[in-house]
């Protein structure tokens, strides 16, 4: 007989399977425990989640089920899969042990940090989500949009060996936080920028090849060379790369970043990882940008990892962030001026922006730069 069971599960039955099952592989200690099943929203789309926990225990590690399901449809035996399920959830559980985040004493301040804003606001921070692609998601969750792409909220609650530990921020928490979308994205941009600041790393004119970039093969950061022109290409996260497209939301970043290219730039949202910034060309359009985008998230990432299909552009006069294709405005959030980037936030030197030039060079240098932004604006809004 088949160890398959049934060639033909769908996800919801191979989930429910799965809770059925999973207690004959688990160690004897799990025979009591609580186990639940369910579908979340994560930017990238919607998971199927397995926890399973002491009775006495309000928080679990969640594995998604996606992916083993997936390996199930491609012809992987279901004992296998069981026993893969069991191993990671015993090894998530160690973990749990040894992280101090978990702790039996931290466990009231961690739920207190669901309900309580007293408790979360330290520790919100800023997310990124593609429009497009999280329709479903963003309709549950608080956000601020900026063309195709959305910032999303959550609370980091600690940090252990295999990264940092936080929960996403529904439209219920906020509810129950009684605050509004913007004084959550200022509090989250203000905590991003301190906890996780951004950098500026040289993509050393790579165009094609630039989707498939990792962390190891990272070109050094900017903040220790200030040869940059407005011809180069550049890259924009934060310092651990993790999330960190979500750097554009930062205040002030944009307008920084035009500084350096006064003949204009694209926004590429290469993955929720990072964003790429390239100079306008004749040779190039927006549309044609769209594809390359489109191709490079089909063949080169996984749908978690993929941000927006769209070219971006930014207009420093009217503080707008569009996607051209989609012909949409959103204004950038307001926050405090205290919040406003400052370039140590930023990761590199002050004088990267104004190009090492004498002080009373760059001040008409960028007065110029204004007045030719200002007149693109005006030509634009004219001919629409």
Known sequence: ??????????????????????????????QDWDINVSEIYLAGGSKMVFTIKEPDESVAPVLYLDDFYTSYKEGRELPQLMNEISDLQVQHDAQKKESPVFARDNLPDLRKSMTSWDYAKENVILDI??????ADMLANFPHCKMGDIAAIYKVEVGRGKNGSYSFPITNEMKARYGVTTEELHAQASKNSMARYPAQIIDCNGM??????IS?????????DNIEIGSNGMIMLSNQEVHRGASVLFYPGLL??????????????????????????????????????????????????????????????????????S???????????????????TLGVKDDIFSNSRPAAEGEELSQAVKTEQQRRTMKKHAGR
């Open 1 to 30: 007989m088949s160890d398959r069971i049934n060639e033909n599960m769908d996800l919801n039955e191979f989930c429910e399977y799965v809770k059925m099952n999973v207690k004959n592989y688990l160690p004897k200690s799990y």
């Open 129 to 134: 989500a593609g429009c497009t692609k999280n």
């Open 207 to 212: 165009m094609l090849n630039m989707f498939g």
């Open 215 to 223: 962390a190891a093969d990272m070109p050094e950061n900017l903040r």
């Open 255 to 324: 307008d920084r970043i035009s500084d350096m290219y006064p003949e204009g730039f694209y926004i590429i949202p290469s993955s929720v990882q990072e964003i790429i910034i390239a100079p306008k060309t004749e040779y190039i359009t927006s549309r044609e940008m769209d594809d390359i985008i489109e191709d490079a998230n089909t063949v080169s990432l996984k749908p978690d990892l993929q941000l927006s299909d769209f070219v971006h552009e930014y207009d420093p006069v009217s503080k707008i962030l569009y996607a051209p």
């Open 326 to 344: 989609l012909a949409q405005d959103y204004k950038l959030l307001e926050v405090s001026k205290d919040d406003v980037l400052k370039p140590e």
